[in-house]
């Protein structure tokens, strides 16, 4: 069965803090990997990753994947109290027909 | 670019009653919506994919006779909650695929409807 899995599931940090989030997965014909920031609504796009190794950046927010050990990260340098959301991880599948299969999101909290 | 419209963002109902709401893709085509519902701290649950012109598929667990799916033109899907209880309460949020411009996962999230069944 295809699955995502993300960590921490929560995360507390301090303003100016750098943090890490993962996300890994276990899924047949792999074709790219998205990650989103969900606050009060519905989710926003932040990245799409189809490559390995292929750093894709936007401010203090960046991200990258690994096809072989299965895996992405996002990073958030600098955090701000603005960053306190939901970030979500999908993948979609050639074997699901274009949907997109969602981790369980981490929470993140940044404290002034 | 790239909107997805949702009406309403929020309604109440009483139980037993009916509700549709409706997404819009505003600035593109979208031959593929999808439904999901979210509960509080949770991810997105898929509910069903909404293709134009046909019916829709619906993820297993989901009954099609409660939730009506009609996606008949290109930038409009609906879903209706039929005979609705307290336990449909929940965050649904729409999202379409911009497939005019090519094959892309990429999906563009409308601002969710949040339903509350008295």
């Known amino acids: 069965e295809d699955k995502v899995v993300q960590s921490p599931l929560s995360l507390v940090v301090h303003e100016g803090d750098t943090v890490t989030l993962n996300c890994s997965y276990e899924?047949?014909?792999?074709?790219?990997l998205l990650w989103y920031k969900q606050e009060k609504k519905a989710p926003t796009f932040l990245f799409m990753l189809?490559?390995?190794?292929i750093e894709k950046k936007s401010g203090r927010l960046s991200s990258i994947l690994d096809k072989k050990e299965l895996f992405s990260i996002l990073n958030i340098t600098a955090t701000q109290t603005g960053d306190s959301a939901i970030y979500l991880c999908?993948?979609?599948?050639?074997?699901?027909?274009?949907?997109?299969?969602f981790g369980q999101g981490t929470e993140l909290s940044v404290k002034p | 670019g790239a909107v997805v419209s949702q009406h309403p963002s929020w309604v109440i109902c009483k139980s037993g009653t009916s509700v549709k709401i409706e997404c819009r893709s505003l600035?593109?085509?979208?031959?593929?919506m999808f439904w999901y519902r979210q509960f509080p701290k949770q991810s997105l649950m898929l509910m069903a994919t909404?293709?134009?012109?046909?019916?829709?598929?619906?993820e297993q667990g989901v009954e099609k006779d409660k939730f009506l799916i009609n996606h008949a033109s290109l930038t409009l899907s609906t879903l209706t909650v039929t005979s609705a209880h307290p336990e449909d309460s929940s965050f649904y949020i729409c999202?379409?695929?911009?497939?005019?411009?090519?094959?892309?996962?990429?999906?563009?999230f409308g601002p969710g409807t949040r339903l509350t069944v008295t």
């Open positions: 999202s379409a695929r911009d497939t005019l411009g090519g094959w892309s996962y990429e999906q563009y």
């Open positions: 899924v047949t014909n792999f074709r790219s």
């Open positions: 189809t490559s390995s190794g």
């Open positions: 999908a993948v979609g599948s050639d074997n699901q027909g274009g949907k997109l299969i």
């Open positions: 600035d593109f085509q979208a031959t593929t």
């Open positions: 909404s293709n134009e012109g046909s019916k829709a598929t619906y």
